[in-house]
């Protein structure tokens, strides 16, 4: 069928449009939508007997753990991300300028990596606590020291791991205040510290907000740093239902709850709200820095500089150390890194691919203005909703319409093939890469969009008077045009799904590992060091887009800059 462009929808619907690239925008959205649904609607199954069970033993704790690690988390990440925005933003001093690209470096490292990482050094045969004993001269247990394998242990690391998104949102808030503000809030009698408190941070909330919400549903989403501490949550009490009680609906359940969890996350901080508005100015405005020196600078300095060292430098040193120990990489590591390779690539294809349809499907039928593509654009939306769930969530929601549409296909080649029933999908590359697109759609989404967005309708409208049909438009002047967005989109969901635990953990093939599994793996054998080369090659490419925000950071600010900043020689008091 050929696809035509159409300015207005035919007719026979009201809510969804009936036209080719509208029908195949709304399959593709309603397919990555089934886990989705699969988990909300196990609610409705009966497993009053397992439930039964769970309560009376685990599930408490399970929520008593996920609260306290999420409430742990946002304190964390808005302190540490926030004020170290503030200080690179509004302050000058020595080293500032490297300081505020480096911040970002920590997103770099799985949570898990820094775990198995600090458990290497901090353990009694560790690096520290060997160090430790020659210069005390204390013996092992003569001394109390802490376990990093605790809940507390896992709030720091998540911390240490996540604040970047605070820093980002933050930072960005900041920027964009009116230098208005702050000297009216001065003339006032207000002092820098009070002027950020009462000014500056109000109407840095939304982003601030933001910043933690996604720092939280990533705390939700973390399997591989509490699974190895020994810290029951969720996401563990997910996957052990699964695996250990073998009853995937009751893990289902448990999904369907942690996935309510987040849903009331986003309705309260949109309630949080309310009416309030926040607005800027039109224009780009000019900030104004506060000198430090002395002690001050040097506070300055170590506040920015410690969250860096122990989020990524010492991490990435301990790491690099244990590999070295290793020796050789053998076989096996590169038959990892071919997996990871391979299934990273294929779904950062499909992701993009995906992606560039769906959206220009949607450009075509003039979303934003036609009220008949209300229903179209909501799906969309919703298609993107996998990346705020958690793995382990998602990989159940897959697997149980996948088994049974195995079901389906085994009983059809019994009795048209007459061959011996098998599993044809699951348990298949084929659904550990749609369990990938469900949950990084969203990144190649928000990244193809932004970059499509940037083309004018009127290369459409070009385009049309020249005789090009929709697909032609779409190949011969917006995809030329889009490439380095496209490239940006591939890069992000390439390293996401080179990071991801849980979901590969539930998904995979028998006998297909990936470097993060590994990764896992060897940490769960108490075999660290061997776990120290797979971790340290995610964290490497972990740094590709870290190198690419900030570049596009930088690209921002120097496009949209008209006036140079203004430094105060103000100290900050």
């Known amino acids: 069928m050929r696809l035509k462009l159409l300015s207005k929808s035919l007719p026979g619907s009201g809510f969804f449009p009936l036209n080719g690239w509208a029908l195949l925008t709304l399959t593709l959205s309603g397919l990555i939508l089934v886990p989705v649904l699969t988990v909300l609607l196990s609610l409705f199954a009966d497993e009053r007997q397992v439930w039964q069970h769970l309560a009376d033993t685990v599930l408490g704790l399970y929520v008593r753990n996920t609260l306290v690690m999420m409430v742990g988390v946002a304190v964390g990440v808005i302190l540490v991300g926030s004020g170290t925005a503030w200080l690179v933003t509004m302050c000058e001093f020595w080293g500032r300028a490297w300081l505020e690209w480096m911040l970002v470096l920590p997103l770099a490292a799985p949570t898990y990596v820094l775990a198995y990482a600090y458990t ?128 995937p609906v009751a893990a289902a359940q448990l999904s369907a709850l942690l ?41 300055a300095w170590l506040a920015c500089g410690i969250p860096i060292g122990l989020g990524f430098v010492v991490p990435a040193l301990i790491l690099l150390n244990m590999t070295l120990r290793q020796g050789e990489l053998g076989r096996r590591f590169w038959s990892y890194a071919q997996n990871s390779f391979l299934l990273s690539t294929i779904t950062a294809v499909i992701a993009v691919l995906v992606a560039v349809v769906v959206l220009y499907g949607l450009r075509l039928q003039g979303f934003e203005q036609a009220r008949s593509v209300r229903g179209l654009r909501l799906a969309v939306r919703l298609s993107s909703l996998g990346y705020a769930l958690p793995g382990v969530v998602i990989a159940v929601g897959v697997l149980i319409p996948l088994g049974r549409l195995d079901q389906l296909l085994s009983d059809l080649r019994q009795v048209v093939l007459q ?63 889009m490439g380095v ?22 998904l995979r093939p028998f006998n297909f ?61």
Request: charged content about 15%; some cysteine; hydrophobic content about 50%.
């Open 120 to 247: 290497d050094f901090l353990q009694v045969t560790g690096g520290f606590q060997i160090w430790l004993r020659r210069v005390t001269g204390w013996g092992i247990g003569d001394y109390w020291f802490p376990n990093i394998r605790s809940l507390w242990g896992a709030i720091l690391l998540l911390v240490l791991t996540l604040y970047p998104y605070v820093y980002l949102s933050a930072r960005l808030a900041f920027q964009e205040q009116s230098v208005a503000c702050l000297e009216v809030s001065r003339s006032l009698g207000y002092g820098p510290w009070a002027s950020f408190f009462r000014v500056a941070l109000p109407l840095a909330r939304p982003g601030i907000v933001a910043g933690c919400l996604l720092a939280l549903m990533e705390t939700l989403n973390d399997f591989g740093t509490v699974s190895y501490f020994g810290v029951d949550t969720f996401t563990t009490g997910i996957y052990r239902t699964w695996t250990a009680l073998g009853n």
């Open 485 to 506: 967005g496209i490239l940006a989109a591939m890069l992000l969901v390439f390293v996401d799904v080179m990071k991801e635990l849980p979901a590969t953990m539930v």
């Open 513 to 573: 590992d990936t470097l993060a599994v590994h990764t896992y793996r060897m940490a769960a054998d108490e075999r660290l060091a061997e776990a120290g080369a797979p971790a340290l090659a995610i964290v490497l490419v972990g740094i590709l887009p870290v190198i690419l925000l900030n570049a596009q950071i930088a690209q921002r600010r120097n496009l949209g800059s008209s006036n140079e900043m203004k430094r105060l020689p103000t100290p900050l008091s």
């Open 419 to 481: 061959q011996p029933p098998g599993l044809v999908i699951s348990g298949t590359i084929v659904a550990l890469v749609f369990g990938y697109l469900v949950r990084f759609l969203a990144v190649a989404l928000a990244t193809v969009e932004a970059t499509l967005a940037r083309i004018p309708p009127s290369l459409d409208e070009a385009a049309r008077s020249l005789g090009q049909g929709s697909l032609g438009t779409l190949l011969r002047v917006h995809l030329p045009l």
């Open 259 to 299: 996935l309510l969890l987040v849903l009331l996350l986003m309705a309260l901080e949109q309630f949080s709200r309310r009416r309030a508005r926040y607005y800027r100015q039109g224009f780009k405005p000019s900030l104004t820095r506060y000198r430090l020196q002395g002690m001050r600078a040097v506070g």
